[in-house]
């Protein structure tokens, strides 16, 4: 199994430009989640989704767009690039919701400009 | 509102030196705590998981343990391998799907 994977590994964006992050697991989860990563301010939920079709907005949404159209993918999209979205983005995902244990992907550092 | 505070932010210990990390916690009813490893440049790795007071969970050289505010993570006689962030996490209140993660704390183990 490859786990959680998360594509590209770094990305330099600028200001108002839209990307999306993507992330997928090959464990047959049914939750997935999105999290930012700041200095100092720990790990913050961005979005999570509790199986295909079914998302919710976590502590921080604002500026992100999910979907789960598939058990496996949970891209995670920038609509338009802001300077404080400068941060490293973790995917993650675990069997069944937030209180099992979660398998984190690699993380992306994004930088915008 | 659901909260997790760790202390301190950043632990420095001689090989060896045990210690303790803090983790304290307000929550509506405990569902979980949770305790991730964090090396340079990757995503958190599960360690432990707590369920109610008192109970403890052990690990090579790490020990969890639970209170009704506070978990600590104890480190005995830790190796330069060790050295890591530890997060702890809390399952929200309520019927969500939210874990909220404290700060950190970076431990940082010399030979």
Partial sequence: NAGVTQTPKFQVLKTGQSMTLQCAQDMNHEYMSWYRQDPGMGLRL??????????????????????????????LRLLSAAPSQTSVYFCASSYRGAGDTQYFGPGTRLTVL | EDQVTQSPEALRLQEGESSSLNCSYTVSGLRGLFWYRQDPGKGPEFLFTLYSAGEEKEKERLK?????????L??????????????????????????????????????
Avoid: M, W
């Fill in chain 1, 46 to 75: 961005i979005h999570y989704s509790v199986g295909a079709g079914i998302t919710d907005q976590g502590e921080v949404p604002n500026g992100y767009n999910v979907s789960r159209s598939t058990t496996e993918d949970f891209p």
């Fill in chain 2, 64 to 72: 969890a343990t639970l209170t009704k505010k506070e978990s600590f």
């Fill in chain 2, 74 to 111: 104890h480190i005995t006689a830790p190796k330069p391998e060790d050295s890591a962030t530890y997060l702890c996490a809390l399952l929200g209140s309520g019927n969500t799907g939210k874990l909220i993660f404290g700060q950190g704390t970076t431990l940082q183990v010399k030979p």
